[in-house]
């Protein structure tokens, strides 16, 4: 039976280890960074706008916090509210048998005027 000569896999391991010891001090260097200093003075957060709480009935009516209100006078709103910084949520609270075409109506008025955070809140169910 034949031994398996491991000297040359020692030999190339050694001069591997010498490689690594030499080549990692020099990579190792220091570098100098001003950090920002702590200050007592906290900047204060401006409180974030009150979201825009928009309901659809099963019939596809639209409510704007609990007023009727038309498409297109709802999309007036969204070009205001989209130009304000930081800028309102729009909140849709559909029911569960409205009609998806105004609802994407409704989200692509939003978005096409501009309005970045749409969401949606889901019924509380028990």
């Given at each position: 039976m034949a031994?398996?000569?491991?000297?040359?896999?020692?030999?190339?391991?050694?001069?591997?280890?010498?490689?690594?010891?030499?080549?990692?001090?020099?990579?190792?260097?220091?570098?100098?960074?001003?950090?920002?200093?702590?200050?007592?003075?906290?900047?204060e957060q401006p409180d974030p706008p009150k979201p825009l709480e928009i309901s659809i009935t099963r019939d596809g009516t639209l409510y704007l916090d609990g007023m009727p209100i038309q498409l297109e006078v709802l999309e007036a709103q969204f070009a205001v509210d989209s130009r304000k910084d930081p800028q309102p949520m729009v909140q849709i609270k559909a029911d569960p048998f409205t009609q998806y075409e105004v609802l994407a109506d409704l989200m692509g008025s939003a978005r096409n005027m501009g309005m970045a955070k749409i969401g949606f809140e889901a019924p509380v169910t028990q």
């Open positions: 031994d398996i000569n491991v000297t040359p896999l020692v030999d190339v391991m050694l001069v591997l280890l010498i490689i690594f010891m030499i080549t990692v001090p020099i990579m190792s260097h220091k570098i100098m960074i001003d950090l920002p200093q702590k200050t007592n003075n906290p900047t």
